[in-house]
T-cell receptor
Framework: GQSLEQPSEVTAVEGAIVQINCTYQTSGFYGLSWYQQHDGGAPTFLSYNALDGLEETGRFSSFLSRSDSYGYLLLQELQMKDSASYFCAAMNSGYSTLTFGKGTMLLVSP | GAVVSQHPSWVICKSGTSVKIECRSLDFQATTMFWYRQFPKQSLMLMATSNEGSKATYEQGVEKDKFLINHASLTLSTLTVTSAHPEDSSFYIC?????????????FGEGSRLTVL
């Protein structure tokens, strides 16, 4: 099975930088994904790391360290619209399924 | 990008009735779709993996006779909640993977919020 740990809530102000950490314990780990979900909406894909290192996509970056079973999502130049829940999710190579963490609620204030 | 459509978005039903939720991949073929359930302020819990032309694979603790899944074509999977009860009230979300995209990228439907009275 797989379990992922991430902080339940993070607060920040507009323009700031926030890092959301995710640690995982898995069997058959294949890669780590990040999803954003606004209240009442569907999750949307942000990034995926199969290899160690940093992936950058605009204001968002994601990092993975397989040796540490650890990853993070970095959000830069925060905007109010970034207030949402962010989920890390581990890909299971055996079943090709994604197991989601409990989610981190990000609150961005003016 | 790939689009997954889910219907209905909202459904209210009486206890004991059955409800069918449809999930369609609009611009790609999905041999595999996934059904998740999400309670308020909680994570997405995988219920089952829907496989086109074969039986679904259910996660531990999910009753296959209560949550019937049919994946009759490469673009449509359905979830039927049978004999629904108030505790089945939840947000049900389907997702699919476009094989031409990254392995870790799932496309989600808009979700179906079920309320059982």
């Amino acid at each position: 099975g797989q379990s992922l740990e991430q902080p339940s809530e993070v607060t920040a102000v507009e323009g700031a930088i926030v890092q959301i950490n995710c640690t995982y314990q898995t069997s058959g780990f294949y890669g780590l994904s990040w999803y954003q979900q606004h209240d009442g909406g569907a999750p949307t894909f942000l990034s995926y790391n199969a290899l160690d290192g940093l992936e950058e996509t605009g204001r968002f970056s994601s990092f993975l360290s397989r040796s540490d079973s650890y990853g993070y999502l970095l959000l830069q130049e925060l905007q109010m619209k970034d207030s949402a829940s962010y989920f890390c999710a581990a890909m299971n190579s055996g079943y090709s399924t994604l197991t989601f963490g409990k989610g981190t609620m990000l609150l961005v204030s003016p | 990008g790939a689009v997954v459509s889910q219907h209905p978005s909202w459904v209210i039903c009486k206890s004991g009735t059955s409800v069918k939720i449809e999930c369609r991949s609009l611009d790609f073929q999905a041999t595999t779709m996934f059904w998740y359930r999400q309670f308020p302020k909680q994570s997405l819990m995988l219920m089952a993996t829907s496989n086109e032309g074969s039986k679904a694979t259910y996660e531990q603790g999910v009753e296959k006779d209560k949550f019937l899944i049919n994946h009759a074509s490469l673009t449509l999977s359905t979830l039927t909640v049978t004999s629904a009860h108030p505790e089945d009230s939840s947000f049900y979300i389907c997702s699919a993977r476009d094989l031409e995209r990254e392995a870790g990228e799932l496309f989600f439907g808009e979700g179906s919020r079920l309320t059982v009275l």
